[in-house]
């Protein structure tokens, strides 16, 4: 972004700074300053799922097969999974279904199967574990392990939602954007992957054929996925001012080794 602009940098919300202080102010190298606040579009419900699904311990002694499972993933409106002793919970259904002869589960299986089989999936689902299948055996002498991941929450064409996030931060951020002392004030949005459904409209484009809401106060608006890594540099750059279309703005990696 900064390239695109010109100028250079600073970093003014730090400690001792007024409250609602933007996070830089851009010296443009021709006059004049921005003032830029960056953000991201987090979805809480999803980061504390994750967080508490690192926490947890995957491995069961009940198991002969190693599990891969999915629950239905959150979103900002659900009420998440309770994660806490996930495991301990579903490796006795998990069991019930080896023991069953059963090897996936899911919506479309187990229609017309043993009584075990579909009172094992009923519970399985109760817990909020949608479906899943049989792995590799796990080595000699080690537990089983279950992989999980999650399945769901598509809420809308993806184009619509950076549309939506953009508006949404821009509503958490308009106030102290309209207050900074700048020539002109930029909200920059990271997407994460806690937004996985944003992420890929971004990231697959293209760029959206409507405009979100930008108020007064706010000059232009500027979002990319963050994909972490030095090895995942951030491809997709696109910005917007009020009353205009969405652009896709060239992107040119800098290695951090280089700098």
Excluded at 5 to 16: K, R
Excluded at 102 to 126: C, I, K, Q, W
Excluded at 234 to 255: F, K, N, Q
Aim: overall charge negative; charged content about 20%.
């Amino acid at each position: 972004m900064l390239g695109l602009i010109g100028g250079s940098a600073l970093m003014t919300d730090i400690p001792g700074a007024r409250s609602r202080t933007p996070d830089f102010k851009i010296t443009r190298a021709g006059g004049g300053t921005i003032a830029l606040e960056v953000t991201a579009t987090t979805v809480n419900n999803v980061a504390s799922t994750w967080d508490a699904i690192h926490k947890e311990s995957w491995s069961s002694d009940v198991l002969t097969s190693n599990w891969s499972v999915f629950i239905r993933a959150p979103d900002r409106s659900s009420f998440p999974i309770r994660i806490n002793g996930l495991a301990e919970k579903v490796a006795p259904h998990l069991t019930a279904l080896e023991f069953a002869g059963v090897d996936r589960f899911g919506p479309n299986d187990g229609l017309n199967g043993s009584d075990e089989e579909m009172a094992a999936t009923r519970h399985l689902y109760e817990l909020g574990v949608v479906q899943g299948c049989v792995l590799a055996a796990p080595c000699p002498g080690e537990p089983a392990e279950i992989a999980i991941g999650t399945v769901g929450a598509f809420s809308g064409p993806w184009v619509d939602l950076v549309n939506r996030a953009v508006e949404r931060e821009v509503e958490a951020n308009k106030e102290k954007l309209a207050n900074a002392s700048a020539d002109e004030r930029h909200l920059f949005v990271w997407v994460d992957q806690t937004d996985p459904n944003c992420q890929a409209g971004i990231i697959l484009g293209p760029t959206p054929a409507t405009s979100p809401c930008i108020p007064n106060g706010i000059d232009a608006v500027w979002i990319a996925p963050w994909l972490p890594g030095p090895t995942v540099p951030t491809s997709t750059l696109w910005r917007v001012e009020a009353g205009t279309y969405w652009e896709s703005m060239p992107v040119r990696y800098i290695d951090p080794r280089e700098s």
